[in-house]
């Protein structure tokens, strides 16, 4: 058996490799390769997927992030609470602003634990950016109450939940923006950088709109000053390709994971579970384990490549040195950066490849 990666995007690609290769050249013998009809296509048919009524396409996830703070308003001498487990790009998407992340620990979901939210609310608190992480939805009705009672924005970053579902309702239409990457690596992803927010703001779609392409509506009117986040055409051409298909690709991705659920079995190894009324779309299959630094060894020895996500928690990285959080400030999200461990997880994974993955874990 050849060695088994993390992930495997070229057994994305061949799924579909004509459409992938018909469309790029559609896109390249068109003569238009920026914010054209794929793009304006792409926009509606996710908005429509989501179940929002807008979609903006913009250049990564990381500026749906700080450009949907920006346009709320959120900045200096502003508090974001956000969960302390999540990858680095959520707080980035705060801090580029200069407002200050404030960390809540996860449950045992490893999302936002709700009931620890409503303590770090202060007067400066402006906003909650709550992370499906994983690819679980997080519990959003106590969320969506707590915003309300205390008149804060609400921030969705989906990066890793396309499609994920609270009591039926898709992640990304519960607040005022929801945040999408569509990295290669994500559940939808492209061949190269791509992003998006999705609102039921006509306001915010148009700001957003008008902010990616240097603040004009009309060519050389400027009106604020913006950036240059614009998402290309042929990556808005692929994302239309692997939207029609993304059912099927979750759905795949599901009886894997279930099997996992069913299969492993190691008194080491603590599974990952779904709470009541969240639907899960699998970004990653994450265990936890003690022994986890002699588990990654272990599978690599036999030939199983595996990833931590995340091994330095934000608020211990070198870059959030500044805001002052010690070793022990956030004892949960540290627990999970040293004990959670994702396995291999893609579209196209053989059977043969599942056998052995889960035959070795057992062994351990
Ligand atoms: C990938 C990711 C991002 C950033 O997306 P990019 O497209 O890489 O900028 C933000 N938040 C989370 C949770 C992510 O997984």
Redesign the pocket.
């Known amino acids: 058996m050849d060695r088994i990666m993390p992930n495997r995007l070229d057994r994305g690609f061949y799924k579909y490799q004509s459409e992938y290769e018909n469309k790029a050249l559609e896109v390249l013998r068109s003569g238009w390769y920026v914010l054209g009809h794929e793009v304006s296509s792409f926009e509606e048919e996710f908005a429509s997927y989501t179940g929002a009524k807008y979609c903006a396409g913009l250049a990564?996830?990381?500026?749906a992030?700080w450009i949907a703070f920006r346009i709320l308003g959120i900045g200096s001498g502003d508090e974001v609470i956000v969960q302390g487990n999540?990858?680095i790009?959520?707080v980035m998407?705060i801090t580029i602003n200069g407002a200050t992340p404030v960390f809540v620990e996860p449950d045992e979901y490893f999302n936002i634990d709700t009931s620890k939210i409503e303590e770090k609310i202060t007067s400066k608190t402006k906003a909650v950016l709550v992370?499906h992480?994983y690819g679980q939805a997080s519990d959003m009705t106590s969320v969506v109450e707590l915003c309300r009672k205390y008149d804060l924005c609400l921030v969705e970053?989906c990066?890793?939940s396309h499609g994920a579902r609270w009591n039926g309702q898709q992640v990304g239409t519960f607040g005022d923006i929801g945040c999408f990457?569509?990295?290669p690596s994500?559940n939808l992803g492209a061949f190269g950088?791509?992003?998006a927010i999705v609102t039921n703001s006509k306001e915010i779609a148009d700001e957003v709109k008008v902010f990616r392409n240097y603040g004009s509506e009309k060519r050389y009117h400027n009106k604020v000053v913006g950036a240059n986040s614009r998402l290309d055409e042929i990556q808005a051409g692929f994302l239309r390709v692997k939207l029609s298909h993304l059912d099927e690709l979750a759905e795949e991705k599901k009886r894997i994971c279930e099997r996992y659920s069913e299969e492993l079995n190691n008194e080491k190894i603590v599974l990952p579970k779904t709470r009541d009324g969240a639907t899960h779309i699998w970004h990653q299959y994450v265990i936890k384990s003690d022994y986890r630094d002699e588990l990654i060894s272990y599978l690599d020895e036999q030939g199983i490549g595996t990833i931590i996500h995340y091994p330095i928690p934000p608020h211990l990285s070198e870059a959030y040195s500044y805001l002052g959080l010690k070793e022990g400030s956030l004892p949960i999200t540290e627990k999970y950066a040293k004990t959670v461990l994702s396995i291999p997880l893609y579209n196209g994974m053989t059977e043969e490849e599942q056998d052995y993955i889960i035959e070795k874990i057992n062994r351990f």
């Open positions: 990564s996830g990381l500026d992030l999540t990858y790009a959520s998407g992370v992480l970053d990066a890793q990457s569509f990295y994500k950088d791509a992003g």
